[in-house]
T-cell receptor, first 114, second 112 residues
Framework: EPEVTQTPSHQVTQMGQEVILRCVPI?????FYWYRQILGQKVEFLVS????????KSEIFDDQFSVERPDGSNFTLKIRSTKLEDSAMYFC????????????FGPGTRLTVT | DAKTTQPTSMDCAEGRAANLPCNHS???????VYWYRQIHSQGPQYIIH???NNETNEMASLIITEDRKSSTLILPHATLRDTAVYYC?????????????FGPGTRLSVLP
């Protein structure tokens, strides 16, 4: 069964550094999403992306964040200058084949900012 | 504003049916009921969704009341691997770009 994959599984970075989280969505899906989950808290929406542009974004998704689909398979989330409070699990999801609106999530990348 | 309310936690004996309730008294006519679950710190996993009719798939059954103000997710024979946080989410399926809004969910513990 096709699945969303994410790399790396765990990323440790120092405050102020840039990080890029990578995702490979399900191949025939057209919509892509990033969510995050701070330890012990709810899953929160960050951004949705379609046709090479952002469809929707939350208040969390400020100028420090950007997304890109650099080629036909990868979908990336970049955090320009990480802060301690960016430490969280980051989940990529995809959806949007013809018949379904449900989103399929990847296993997540645990980002630890020190 | 929370669109759904769920119990904080529930226990279920292994092998028995797990019935997880969800109240969505302000649901609109075009809003679907979705269920996801999250096992430990893994990514949320889609389980099932429905609009009005009861639905069943290989994972679970979804029973929606006639007035659509509440629903129940049924795991017919719970196993230890079903221990997870279960999220009930309502949303309109008119925009692929629309996100899912996750609440705190119900923490289901399946006990041996």
């Amino acid at each position: 069964e096709p699945e969303v994959t994410q790399t790396p599984s765990h990323q440790v970075t120092q405050m102020g550094q840039e990080v890029i989280l990578r995702c490979v969505p399900i191949s025939n899906h057209l919509y892509f999403y990033w969510y995050r989950q701070i330890l012990g808290q709810k899953v929160e929406f960050l951004v949705s992306f379609y046709n090479n542009e952002i469809s929707e974004k939350s208040e969390i998704f400020d100028d420090q964040f950007s997304v890109e689909r650099p080629d036909g398979s990868n979908f990336t989330l970049k955090i320009r200058s990480t802060k301690l409070e960016d430490s969280a699990m980051y989940f990529c999801a995809s959806s949007g084949n013809r018949d379904s609106y449900e989103q399929y999530f990847g296993p997540g990348t645990r980002l630890t900012v020190t | 504003d929370a669109k759904t309310t769920q119990p904080t936690s529930m226990d279920c004996a292994e092998g028995r049916a797990a019935n997880l309730p969800c109240n969505h008294s302000t649901i609109s006519g075009n809003e679907y009921v979705y269920w996801y679950r999250q096992i430990h710190s893994q990514g949320p996993q889609y389980i099932i969704h429905g609009l009005k009719n009861n639905e069943t798939n290989e994972m679970a059954s979804l029973i929606i009341t006639e007035d659509r103000k509440s629903s129940t997710l049924i795991l017919p024979h719970a196993t230890l691997r079903d221990t997870a946080v279960y999220y009930c989410i309502v949303r309109v399926d008119d925009n692929y770009g629309q996100n899912f809004v996750f609440g705190p969910g119900t923490r289901l513990s399946v006990l041996p």
